[in-house]
């Protein structure tokens, strides 16, 4: 690249730098609190986490939403806004263009990332596969499998070596091992701790943080400025995403190479209607995205919350005693568990916070009025910690508030978001559940975690999932 481009790009960054500090500093946009908080950042003298201050705010509203003027975004934590957004009113309130433009580079054309037809499509497909008992039965197997022969050697040799391990890590690979077994019928080996994370991996990481930080810039005109540019953020963004395409255009090269029609994995079902190669990476993405950190994410919670509670693996184990669980019926049969497993996520949903479009002027179910072009973002993090919906205990972790008589009740999905609601609901839920449970089971059966960092609440990086910025550091003692 020749040296007046750099010194171009420089002097253009600078420039947006220094307009963006101008207008900060004018605060010409609002000048209300929270839009001021937002801008320069005031509110992390108070709160660790920006999904903790907008749980502040949230619970401070008397409507429960609140709008971000400086970003256009309206927030909110009332479950009939959420059902109206989600359900009712689903066609109004789409993923939306400004949304697909952040996460094109990434997501491209994925189910995550698109509306209209080429949703309809994939949703369509997934929806068949995914609903199949022989796809469930297949899921176990393979959980199963990664369980007993790389989570528990894992795990055996950190207690014996009485060393620190980060739980994190471990559930992520364990999760990417297993999401890429099931779709893709992949092994990465991402649990042989031996072996460092793949390059892959690494790269997955890194482009799904960099593509969140462009959702919190305050105005676009950067990011798309040092993306013109090939530089800082968006030029690492671009290398991660180019590794990432690399390996997905390989998985496909192998699948049409061995064969796919006899195959039992979602990448085969899709590759016998799909032939074009953009699209099909952009699947794979996609899957990867849904079922590997949302997971790591759920059994990381879970397991913070477990080494402060005793008492609740305690219980989890009496009511299992030593049946080993074969099929998802028996699973199912775990009331407390099932209950320990949602409580767990409603405290640390592995997806914080959910925005959608706003396509004509509406006005929400609690009479805030929403202009076109607003982005609209339910949050279920905020929404676990509203009393209304909770009680006066929503800050106890209490498996007991989703059991009538020991039954496990499941909770209305617009007050409990966590898989979202309505038209998009996630496709995965059951999948994610038995892959937490079974785990989550075995390991309290085996061995007792002590987090080595006894702080109050956890920290976390931004991302498109709830990830531990410090991982989740334990010492794992044998039973
Ligand atoms: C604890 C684990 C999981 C949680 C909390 C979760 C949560 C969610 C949420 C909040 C959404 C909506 C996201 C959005 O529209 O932006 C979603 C969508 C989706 N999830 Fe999950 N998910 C989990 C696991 C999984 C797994 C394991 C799979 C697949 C095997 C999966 C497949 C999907 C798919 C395909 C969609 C897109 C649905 C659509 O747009 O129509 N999820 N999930």
Redesign the pocket.
């Known amino acids: 690249m020749d040296s007046s481009f750099i010194l171009l790009s420089l002097a253009i960054v600078i420039i947006l730098n220094i307009a963006l500090m101008i207008t900060r500093l004018t605060r010409a946009w609002c000048s209300c609190t929270i839009c001021q908080a937002y801008v320069d950042s005031r509110w992390r003298s108070r709160f660790t986490n920006l999904c903790d201050w907008y749980t502040h705010l949230l619970q401070a509203s008397p409507s429960r939403t609140v709008h971000i003027h400086v970003i256009n975004s309206v927030i909110t934590a009332d479950p009939d806004n959420v059902e109206y957004i989600l359900k009712t009113r689903f066609h109004n309130f789409p993923?939306g263009k400004p949304f697909s433009s952040i996460l094109g580079d990434f997501l491209g054309r994925g189910?995550?990332n698109v509306d209209g037809d080429s949703?309809r499509f994939?949703?369509k497909m997934?929806g068949l596969e995914?609903a199949r008992v022989s796809l469930r039965a297949y899921a176990l197997e393979v959980v199963d499998q990664e369980i007993r022969r790389r989570l528990l050697p894992v795990m055996e040799s950190v207690s014996r070596e009485r060393g620190v391990v980060d739980l994190q890590d471990v559930f992520r690979r364990f999760s990417f091992d297993c999401?890429c077994r099931?779709?893709f019928g992949l092994d990465p080996r991402c649990l042989e701790l031996s072996l460092p994370l793949s390059e892959f991996a690494a790269s997955f990481d890194l482009a799904s943080r960099l593509s969140a930080e462009r959702a919190m810039a305050v105005s676009p005109l950067l990011w798309r400025a040092k993306r013109w540019l090939d530089v800082g953020s968006e030029r690492r963004l671009r290398r991660a995403v180019a590794d990432v395409d690399a390996l997905a255009k390989e998985v496909i090269r192998q699948r049409r190479r061995f064969g796919f029609s006899d195959r039992r994995d979602?990448l085969s079902r899709f590759m016998e209607s799909v032939s074009d190669e953009t699209y099909l990476r952009d699947i794979i993405v996609?899957?990867l995205l849904?079922?590997r950190d949302?997971?790591g994410?759920?059994l990381t919670s879970f397991f913070w919350l477990a080494a402060r509670h005793p008492e609740v693996g305690a219980s989890i184990l009496e009511e299992a005693g030593n049946t080993r669980i074969t099929n998802c019926e028996e699973m199912r049969g775990l009331h407390y568990l099932h209950a320990a497993i949602h409580e767990s996520?409603r405290m640390f949903?592995?997806?914080q916070f959910?925005s959608k479009f706003c396509l004509e002027d509406d006005v929400l179910p609690d009479g805030s009025p929403v202009k076109k072009g607003t982005r609209v973002t339910y949050h279920?993090y905020a929404m676990g910690r509203i009393e209304e919906i909770w009680g006066p205990d929503w800050s106890e972790f209490k498996p007991e508030r989703w059991l009538r008589d020991g039954v496990f009740c499941q909770e209305n999905p617009y007050k409990y978001?966590?898989?979202?609601g309505g038209?998009?609901?996630?496709?995965?839920?059951e999948?994610?559940?038995l892959?937490?449970e079974s785990v989550a089971l075995t390991l309290l059966r085996e061995y007792r975690v002590e987090l080595v960092d006894y702080r109050p609440v956890p920290v976390f990086s931004p991302g498109l999932t709830a990830t531990y910025r410090d991982g989740l550091p334990v010492l794992v003692h044998r039973r």
């Open positions: 993923k189910i995550f949703w994939q949703r997934a995914l999401i099931f779709s979602l996609n899957f849904a079922g949302t997971v994410s759920a996520m949903p592995p997806v959910d279920p978001p966590v898989f979202q038209v998009r609901v996630c496709l995965g839920k999948m994610a559940l892959e937490v």
